[in-house]
């Protein structure tokens, strides 16, 4: 059986992956600035952030965030605001909104 290709990201994915009944860790402290390519070359322009996240039984897993958002101290409790996940040749990509402290 092969994973269904959906064609974005959609919350629902998120919570094959995602358990929001458990905790889950911000692991940076500074956001990962995701930069803009074009032609296959990277350009100065910053196309998003990206930052870190642990839980539980799941093995460690980046964020992508459109927007600069405030990470707070290392290992802090942190809930999502509209996670999202695509699947994409067995790879899974999650953004979210933003986030909140716990």
Same mark, same amino acid.
């Given at each position: 059986?092969?994973? +269904?290709? !959906?064609? $974005?990201? /959609?919350?629902? #994915? ?11 860790? *911000?692991? !940076? #402290? %500074?956001? &990962? =600035?995701?930069?803009?390519? %074009? *032609? ?7 196309? $998003? ?7 539980? *039984?799941? &093995? =460690?897993?980046?964020?992508?965030? *459109? %927007?600069?958002?405030? /990470?707070? +101290? ?6 999502? &605001? +509209? ?16 986030? +909140?402290?716990?």
């Amino acid at each position: 059986m092969k994973i +269904k290709y !959906n064609s $974005g990201y /959609l919350m629902e #994915t998120a919570t094959h992956y995602v358990d929001n009944n458990q905790l889950v860790y *911000s692991l !940076n #402290t %500074e956001l &990962e =600035p995701k930069y803009k390519y %074009e *032609s296959g070359q990277r350009t100065d322009t910053i196309d $998003g952030y990206s930052a870190w996240f642990s839980q539980k *039984s799941v &093995e =460690p897993f980046k964020v992508k965030f *459109s %927007e600069e958002i405030t /990470l707070s +101290k290392y290992m802090t409790v942190v809930q999502f &605001e +509209k996670l999202q996940a695509v699947e994409v040749n067995y790879n899974v990509f999650c953004k979210a909104d933003g986030i +909140k402290n716990i």
